[in-house]
């Protein structure tokens, strides 16, 4: 049975690779996983079909057989469990490879998601400006501190793992920006990440659907 993702119909992100089912397609992508993919409106995310899928109305899910998951995390997490290719065999680097997943979704990506939203959102408000500068010293904080641990390793851990697939696609949200070329080996190791086959296979699918419904 291949499995089912959701994703939006007209992402917000504007076909950058940001939307969270990217995690998912990358991940089916790199264990050679067959999928199938459903896209929603802003509104049917909000209807009982999937709410009853996701609760919080939100996109991906995962859909095999009698499973239903939500939460990009918990899913690429049941993909690497089932298929080889991204967590390691032995013990100890797998429980490293996961620990990396989660200082990834936990500790790296909060205050950056923050800052995408309040530059987006709080960009006329009185506290604009204070409120990016603690997001922004919080983050160089987190940066420095994965630089220093990464130093000039290819990847977090040993080879390439579900860790650091959920590292790139959080540090994919300061691309460009001063935040992330303030690390050179950090730039360097998105741009590893980005040129991974698996990657360029999802990017270009997750692109192809804003670009179908840009033009449809």
């Known amino acids: ?3 089912i993702i959701t994703a939006f119909e007209r992402s917000p992100d504007r076909g950058q690779g940001l939307a969270r089912d990217m995690r998912v397609r990358w991940a089916l992508e790199e264990v050679g996983q067959p999928y199938d993919v459903r896209l929603l409106s802003f509104k049917a995310m909000k209807e009982p079909a ?3 899928l996701h609760p919080f109305g ?4 995962y859909e095999d057989g009698d499973l239903a998951l939500f939460e990009s995390g918990a899913i690429v997490f049941h993909i690497a469990e ?3 290719g991204l967590l390691p065999d032995d013990a100890n680097a797998r429980a490293r490879a996961i620990a990396w997943m989660f200082a990834a ?3 790296v990506e909060p205050p950056i998601f923050d800052r995408a939203l309040v530059r987006i959102l709080e960009r006329d408000e009185p506290w604009y400006e204070q409120r990016l500068r603690v997001l922004e010293d919080s983050i160089r904080k987190r940066l420095g501190d994965l630089s220093n641990r990464l130093g000039d390793a290819d990847w977090l851990d040993g080879a390439f793992s579900a ?3 959920l590292m790139v696609t959080v540090l994919l949200r300061l691309k460009g920006s001063s935040l992330l070329e ?3 080996n950090l730039a360097a190791y998105v741009a590893r990440g980005e040129a991974r086959p698996a990657y360029k296979r999802a990017f270009d699918a997750q ?4 670009t179908a419904a840009s033009t449809g």
């Open 82 to 84: 089932r298929h080889a």
């Open 50 to 52: 999937h709410l009853a």
């Open 182 to 184: 303030d690390y050179p």
């Open 58 to 61: 939100q996109i991906p899910t």
């Open 163 to 165: 860790g650091d697939l």
């Open 1 to 3: 049975m291949i499995p």
């Open 207 to 210: 692109l192809a659907v804003f």
């Open 105 to 107: 979704l936990n500790t």
